[in-house]
């Protein structure tokens, strides 16, 4: 009597849970074009993160180079108004 109650009960969620595998499937692929998506842009961001780096690194090289020019001006001046 217990046996073919487990037995029923095991046998209805069986079913229960096949039934609604097409919800299951439904959502999973929706999840998985998310996760696409998602891995779509985080990949474009970090090929905007690696543009932006470089043009930081060439601004400050850029920037060194106006410091350095800079510099030796203020030396010329400043020697040229030695005794």
């Known amino acids: 009597m217990l046996v073919n109650k ?3 009960i095991g046998i ?8 609604s595998s097409d919800g299951i499937e439904k959502q999973i ?12 842009e985080v990949s474009k ?5 690696d543009k932006n ?12 180079s ?4 800079t510099n030796q001006r203020i030396d010329n001046i400043a020697s040229s108004f030695k005794k």
Do not use: F, P, R
Request: charged fraction near 15%; hydrophobic fraction near 40%; proline fraction near 0%.
């Open 45 to 49: 961001l970090k090929n905007q993160q």
């Open 29 to 40: 692929a929706s999840l998985s074009q998310k996760v696409d998506n998602l891995t779509t």
């Open 53 to 64: 780096t470089m043009a930081m690194t060439e601004l400050k090289s850029s920037s060194e």
């Open 66 to 69: 106006a410091n350095q020019t």
């Open 6 to 8: 487990l037995l029923s």
């Open 12 to 19: 209805i969620a069986l079913l229960t849970g096949c039934a």
